[in-house]
């Protein structure tokens, strides 16, 4: 718990928030600023601050679960998934998260 992460407040529930899903070490929640007309956000109730430093075999496998079941949940089978990795990449929340975006078509290859 990292108390100047904003991500850590949602995920650790200092910031009361809906969750579309949660497992024992992932929530999933709505992005405040979506992108698409479905644009959650999978992130680890640990702070690790990205891609790079994530290094837990099994909590690597839950954050795909969770995309797998939050998608399911909310009726989808189609989406995009997103991880910014660093400033360069667009990276704002410097807490490990990936977005998943539906509900419009997508560009490829992204720009
Ligand atoms: P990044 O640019 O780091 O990949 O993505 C950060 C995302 O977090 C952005 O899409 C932004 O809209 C979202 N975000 C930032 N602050 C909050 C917040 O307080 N609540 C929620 N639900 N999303 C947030
Ligand atoms: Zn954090």
């Known amino acids: 718990m990292n108390n100047n992460c904003i991500f850590c407040k949602i995920a650790n529930g200092q910031i009361p928030t809906d969750f579309v899903y949660q497992s024992s070490n992932v929530v999933v929640f709505k992005d405040i600023n979506p992108q698409a007309p479905v644009h959650l956000l999978v992130v680890p109730k640990a702070h690790i601050e990205n891609l790079n430093v994530l290094n837990d075999k099994e909590l690597s496998f839950e954050l795909f679960d969770a995309i ?44």
């Open 68 to 111: 797998k079941a939050a998608t399911k949940k909310l009726g989808i089978s189609e989406y995009r998934c997103v991880i910014n990795t660093g400033r360069s990449a667009g990276q704002e929340v410097f807490h490990l998260h990936i977005h998943v975006m539906a509900g419009r078509d997508f560009l490829w290859p992204a720009g």
